[in-house]
C-alpha cells in the first residue's frame, strides 16, 4: 500500500489516501510519487498530493493531518510544541535542553526554559 497525503497552500496536510501499489507500477518512491498523484488528481481533482512512508523510508515523519511538509528538508514535520524548540536532523522537535532521565515524570516550562517535575 502506498500513502499520499493532500497540502493546503500552506504545506500543512489537510487528509490523506491509501492506494494500492498496483495502482503505482509497483514501483519504489520516488519513482512512485508522479504515478501516484496523477491517480490521486483523476480521483477527487486538482490538488498538491506528497507520498508518505509508513515506515518513515522517506520525508523523515510519516505524515498525519496538521503536520506540516518543508521542502527545504524534504519532510514531514509534526506542529512546534513550543517556541524555543528546534527541528534535529530527524526533522523531530528537540528542547534546549535534554529530558532528564532520572526516571521521573516531567512537563517542559516555556517561561523559564526548563523541565518541570510533574505532580
Known amino acids: 500500500m502506498a500513502h499520499f497525503v493532500k497540502i493546503d497552500e500552506n504545506n500543512v496536510v489537510v487528509c490523506g489516501v491509501v492506494i494500492g501499489n498496483d495502482m503505482l507500477n509497483n514501483l519504489p518512491f520516488p519513482e512512485s510519487e508522479p504515478i501516484g498523484q496523477t491517480f490521486i488528481v483523476s480521483l477527487y481533482g486538482e490538488g498538491v498530493w506528497k507520498q508518505t512512508s509508513y515506515n518513515r523510508n522517506f520525508r523523515k515523519n510519516y505524515a498525519g493531518i496538521g503536520m506540516s511538509y518543508k521542502p527545504d528538508i524534504d519532510a514531514f514535520v509534526y506542529p512546534q510544541p513550543f517556541p524555543s524548540w528546534v527541528l534535529d536532523d530527524n526533522a523531530l522537535w ?3 535542553i535534554p ?3 532520572d526516571g ?6 516555556e517561561a523559564t526554559q526548563s523541565w518541570v517535575e510533574s505532580a
Not at 104 to 109: A, E, H, I, Q, V
Open 94 to 96: 528537540q528542547a534546549p
Open 99 to 101: 529530558y532528564p532521565t
Open 104 to 109: 521521573k515524570l516531567y512537563g517542559w516550562d
